[in-house]
């Protein structure tokens, strides 16, 4: 895996991981300086002790439960980017991989083809029959030095 992707799997995470927690923040004004809030249960018809929101049983289940869908959808959303990153990652990897069986296996071809013309040329240069050659060639020479002599002797005559 290279730099490129592993720093863009990072980003991705950090923003989808940043956005899930920016879902769950609510922006209120506030009037009093605490930053607890104050809770109380009240019972039909009886005064709030303080001004605020009043929510039911059911309101505050909703509350809690779209809270915990949204984190639940998060992280459903930052394993399904992981999974295609890792599932990516490997496809990169076994091309990668191949290329590489491919390329060593064209290296020991060329390799095995020089090694094979080495040893011709080496066989050549040794020479198995050499001393035949020789032979012939240097009959064939006195023998066409002889025919010219006799050649140029008839013509000068």
């Keep these: 895996m290279n730099l490129a992707s592993n720093t863009f ?28 809030g ?3 249960y009240l019972q039909k018809d009886e005064p709030a002790p303080f001004d605020g929101t009043l929510f039911d049983p059911v309101a505050v289940a909703k509350i809690l439960a779209d809270r915990q869908s949204a ?5 459903l959303r930052l394993q399904y980017q992981k999974e295609v990153r890792e599932a990516e ?8 991989i ?20 080495i040893e011709a040329l080496r066989k050549l240069a040794k020479g ?6 020789v032979s012939i060639g240097f009959a064939l020479g006195a023998i066409s030095s002889v025919a010219i002599f006799f050649a140029a002797v008839e013509i000068s005559q």
């Design 128 to 133: 198995d029959n050499n001393t035949l050659w």
């Design 71 to 75: 984190q639940r959808e998060c992280e």
């Design 9 to 36: 799997l990072v980003k991705i995470i950090l923003v989808v991981s940043l956005s899930c927690f920016a879902t769950t923040v609510s922006f209120a004004n506030t009037t009093t300086t605490s930053t607890t």
């Design 98 to 117: 191949s290329e590489l069986e491919i390329e060593k296996k064209k290296y020991d071809l060329i390799v095995k083809a020089q090694q094979d013309e």
């Design 38 to 40: 104050r809770f109380t």
């Design 89 to 96: 990652c490997k496809r990169v990897t076994s091309l990668l």
